[in-house]
């Protein structure tokens, strides 16, 4: 890579900034420093310089990279066709993960929304064994239910009241009857008694009263934990979470650990409760424990009171494996889980190939057209180096191979027509040649075609010029001017404007017409200028129809056009437009009737911009005006324009070239317009 004056001078710089930095840094270490503020602003500069550096280097590896066009292609394809399946897996990972997690704590609930509906049976039928069999009776029956509680409760624990009479279980030291529960079916809530979290089933009959509950601790948790597909953790938050969600962050851990839990940033040791999952070490990752999950309790009162209290809050901490969210999700009498995996599985499959299909149709189309534009690159190399005979092989039928076609068309002419002067001017000098070339491609400055009469003037402001005029007469009755600006002067100017010419008669040939012809050759330059930057062009076409008794005008980036109407009035054909060669250029056409006596008026830049010795253009409205009091006579409005040229200028060289072509009826009468 050549090392340019700038990246010398940048490499200077970042290695004096470096050298400060390293100063500094040495500084530091030995003692105080003298000029610590120098150095740390010398440090700051130097770091940004590293980061310009980074992305300044990024964006010559990515120029670099996607110079050929299928690297171009390649990337598209990967953000267009891939980027979108990996925003999806990630999506639909973290869709499923929560969905894992809510189903587990729906499960959960609903689980102990069964706990509670069975004690609740069983404190109903304690209170009518009270009022029918009396007290004891119903302590006794309490005291064999201690014994073989309801599943999934390891232990129940509870209270029976007779009028002042209570009598406890074992355990159940901290539990009470409270004075506002009221008379009724039994109620299931979950409640606190000091800091410690109960679920519990109470309900009255009169002076009878029994409380059914369990302790959510960690010795419930372990027993739960040991039978059921989850694991749970009862978690009191001392802080409360009365008007918030609390912030529960897991990082997960290595293997078979359950890894670091914090609610609300503080660590929660699960360790004693959790413990080593199961089946986590012979059957793969998804049966490790990756889902992990809370669930905040819903309606929670404080046993005493019959309120919720502010604090604290009990928040019930889930863990499980994808897996074993997956069976008890497809649990059934038959084998629902495989004929669901089976069938996702094979829709998988389809899609897949379906979508090599598309990805290999894909391939095929970007090698297709990398290879076509290759082709037309390499043409336009041998082009820029002088090999005017190599010629593009045709081997597409879209508007790659048009482009082709309408290449090689281009480098025949142009090499058709520099044979023809070589041969004629073999001794001239290089720029005589170039302008004998240059006059030798445009037409006659007075000519007749059918009713019309054409008279132009072509003033090249240097040997050789970048304006240029053709008169083409495709069809009897039709005539087609067109007159064009090329940007610049000199030798390749003048060659890029043969080659314009050329690829504007060759696409008339082709039934081209209007802007359909500018967007045509819009195309063919936006191909050149991705290889060989080309100057651009402004370029105005005139169709008349003298049949149709219309002219049709179509410009791009050119100065507007003047219709003089038999009566004498002008209009100005204004058609704003990008000239040619520049990526946003949309060409635009206006067709207006041209009744016979009509004149056309066409005209480069340098005429309105031709400057007089106060460094004053011409303009468009002192040029309106000539042309509003010359007549109908293109040979009178043609001397008028020029001579009013001549007396502004007075003498002094033009700066640009001055093209100006004048179109009427044979033989119109020289009549002043109003």
């Known amino acids: 890579m050549k090392i340019t004056k700038k990246v010398r001078w940048w490499l200077i710089a970042g290695a004096v900034l470096g050298f400060f930095r390293g100063v500094g840094a040495l500084r530091e270490r030995a003692g105080p420093p003298a000029l610590s503020s120098l150095f740390e602003t010398a440090g700051g500069f130097f770091e940004l310089w590293l980061l310009v550096s980074a992305v300044l280097i990024v964006l010559w590896l990515w120029r670099r990279l996607t110079y050929r066009i299928w690297v171009r292609l390649f990337f598209s394809y990967l953000l267009i066709g891939v980027m979108p399946f990996v925003v999806l897996a990630l999506l639909g990972s973290l869709a499923l993960y929560m969905l894992m997690g809510q189903y587990t704590s729906v499960r959960w609930g609903d689980q102990i929304q069964l706990t509670q509906d069975r004690i609740a049976r069983r404190c109903r039928t304690a209170l009518e064994m009270g009022s029918r069999d009396g007290p004891e009776k119903m302590i006794h029956w309490l005291e064999e239910l201690e014994k073989d509680p309801p599943k999934p409760l390891l232990k129940l624990l509870w209270v029976a009241q007779d009028g002042a009479r209570a009598v406890r279980s074992q355990g159940a030291d901290e539990l009470f009857i409270p004075d506002w529960l009221a008379a009724g079916p039994p109620e299931r809530l979950l409640a606190f008694r000091g800091d410690v979290p109960y679920l519990l089933v109470m309900g009255r009959n009169g002076s009878r009263a029994v409380l059914l509950g369990v302790r959510l601790d960690d010795a419930f948790a372990r027993h739960l934990n040991e039978t059921g597909w989850f694991d749970v953790y009862f978690y009191v938050s001392r802080e409360g979470l009365l008007h918030g969600s609390p912030t529960v962050t897991v990082r997960q851990g290595k293997g078979n650990k359950h890894g670091q839990i914090f609610i609300q940033s503080h660590p929660v040791n699960v360790e004693d409760v959790w413990g080593p999952w199961p089946q986590a070490k012979d059957r793969g990752w998804l ?14 009162v404080d046993l005493e009171t019959g309120k919720r209290p502010k604090s604290p809050a009990l928040i019930t901490l889930l863990r499980t494996s994808p897996a074993a969210v ?33 990805v290999g149709i894909a391939a095929l189309m970007i090698l297709a057209i990398t290879r076509a534009v290759a082709r037309l690159s ?18 597409r039928h879209d508007q790659l191979g048009d482009l082709a076609v309408s290449f090689n068309s281009m480098a025949a002419s142009v090499q058709r027509m520099l044979e023809e002067v070589r041969e004629k001017e073999r001794l001239a000098h290089e720029l005589e040649l170039a302008r004998q070339i ?18 132009a003037s072509f003033r090249p402001a240097a040997e050789v010029g970048g304006d240029y005029f053709d008169v083409l007469a495709p069809d009897a009755g039709r005539v087609i001017v067109a007159v064009g600006d090329v940007a610049g002067h000199g030798l390749g100017t003048g060659l890029f404007m043969a080659t314009v010419k050329s690829a504007v008669a060759a696409f008339v040939g082709e039934g081209y017409r209007g802007s359909g012809l500018l967007e045509r050759l819009q195309e063919l330059m936006l191909q050149a200028n991705r290889q060989n930057r080309q100057p ?20 791009a980036g050119h100065p507007p056009a003047y219709v003089v109407q038999p009566d004498g009035t002008v209009e100005e054909v204004l058609l704003g437009s990008m000239p040619l060669g520049f990526p946003r250029c949309r060409p635009r056409e206006r067709t207006l009737p041209f009744e016979p006596g009509s004149v056309l ?63 009427g009826s044979a033989g119109g009468d020289d009549v002043p317009g109003g």
């Open 326 to 358: 997956w069976r008890d999700f497809v649990r059934a009498p038959f084998a629902l889980g495989d004929q669901i995996r089976n069938a996702l599985t094979g829709t998988a499959l389809v899609l897949g190939i379906l979508y090599l299909m598309v």
């Open 536 to 555: 651009m062009v402004t370029l105005a076409v005139a169709e008349i129809d003298t049949g149709e008794r219309t002219v049709r005008v179509a410009s």
């Open 378 to 395: 390499r043409g336009a190399k041998e082009i820029s180096r002088g090999n005017l005979g190599h010629r593009i092989p045709v081997k």
């Open 438 to 455: 240059q006059e030798n491609l445009l037409p006659s400055r007075r000519m007749r075609v059918g009713d019309l009469e054409v008279r």
């Open 601 to 663: 008026v066409l005209y480069s830049d340098g005429l309105v911009e031709a400057t007089n010795a106060r460094a004053e253009v011409l303009g468009y409205p002192a040029l309106e005006r000539i042309v509003q009091g010359s007549g109908r006579s293109p040979d009178v409005l043609l001397a008028r324009i020029e001579h009013a040229l001549e007396e502004h200028v007075q003498g002094r060289p033009l700066a640009d070239d001055v093209t100006i072509v004048v179109v």
């Open 287 to 300: 049966e490790r424990p990756l889902v992990a999950w809370f669930r905040m309790a819903g309606r929670i």
